[in-house]
Nanobody, 126 residues
Framework: QVQLVESGGGLVQAGGSLRLSCAASGRTFSNYAMGWFRQAPGKDREFVAAISRSGGSTYYADSVKGRFTISRDNAKDTVYLQMNSLQPEDTAVYCC???????????????????WGQGTQVTVSS
């Protein structure tokens, strides 16, 4: 079992930045790729970014490419999402997730993920 706890959400003006963190516990963190997803009110959950187990490969949704950066620190069992140039359409609950151990493909699909955090709210005002 992997437990995931997000932090770092909040209210920010358009053009601002936030850094989300997701702390993992329960299993060897470096065995798991990690992903970030978001869900806005009335909308489906959507993929934001993912990172391979080693951190050597990263993947982004087109909507955030060039603005968001995913990274991980395997020594701290934590994955991060640096969000710059935030826009009102980025407003959502952001969740981190982990697939089964050893999986490094299909990371853009929520169905690939087994463990989910509770989420942290990000609100961007115009």
């Amino acid at each position: 079992q992997v437990q995931l706890v997000e932090s770092g959400g909040g209210l920010v003006q358009a053009g601002g930045s936030l850094r989300l963190s997701c702390a993992a516990s329960g299993r060897t963190f470096s065995n798991y790729a990690m992903g970030w997803f978001r869900q806005a009110p009335g909308k489906d959950r959507e993929f934001v970014a993912a990172i391979s187990r080693s951190g050597g490969s990263t993947y982004y949704a087109d909507s955030v490419k060039g603005r968001f950066t995913i990274s991980r620190d395997n020594a701290k069992d934590t994955v991060y999402l640096q969000m710059n140039s935030l826009q009102p359409e980025d407003t959502a609950v952001y969740c981190c997730a982990a697939p089964r151990a050893g999986l490094d493909y299909g990371l853009g699909f929520s169905s690939s993920y087994v463990y989910w955090g509770q989420g942290t709210q990000v609100t961007v005002s115009s």
